[in-house]
Nanobody, 117 residues
């Protein structure tokens, strides 16, 4: 499966963006999908995940601001980001989390989000 993220850009603090991640094949049988981000000089971190039953989890750092959703008919996972902060600046990727193991798929192309103060 190849994963391609899109929708990033430059936004002022307090603004919103909606990211999309489209898979090269169906994701309906992939129970857990997630959005990760990697800020300059930092490790990649998981910020939100969603099960096939649409149960979601978001990191404390983005709780109340980011919402993850999925549309299996379109092989796509979304990340709605509101009230963005400069600390959200990062390259955002999607993948299928596997707990303490590396994610299920190879890393695809991420999308850069830059939040100006």
């Amino acid at each position: 499966v190849q994963l391609q993220a899109s929708g990033g850009g430059l936004v002022q603090a307090g603004g919103s963006l909606r990211l999309s991640c489209t898979a090269s094949r169906s994701i309906f049988n992939i129970d857990l999908m997630g959005w990760y981000r990697q800020a300059p000089g930092k490790q990649r971190e998981l910020v939100a995940s969603i099960t096939s039953a649409s149960t979601t989890h978001v990191a404390d750092s983005v709780k109340g601001r980011f919402t993850i959703s999925r549309d299996d008919a379109k092989n796509t996972v979304y990340l709605q980001m509101n009230n963005l902060k400069p600390g959200d600046t990062a390259v955002y990727y999607c993948n299928a989390p596997m707990g303490n193991w590396p994610p299920k798929f190879s890393w695809g192309r991420g999308t850069l989000v830059t939040v100006s103060s």
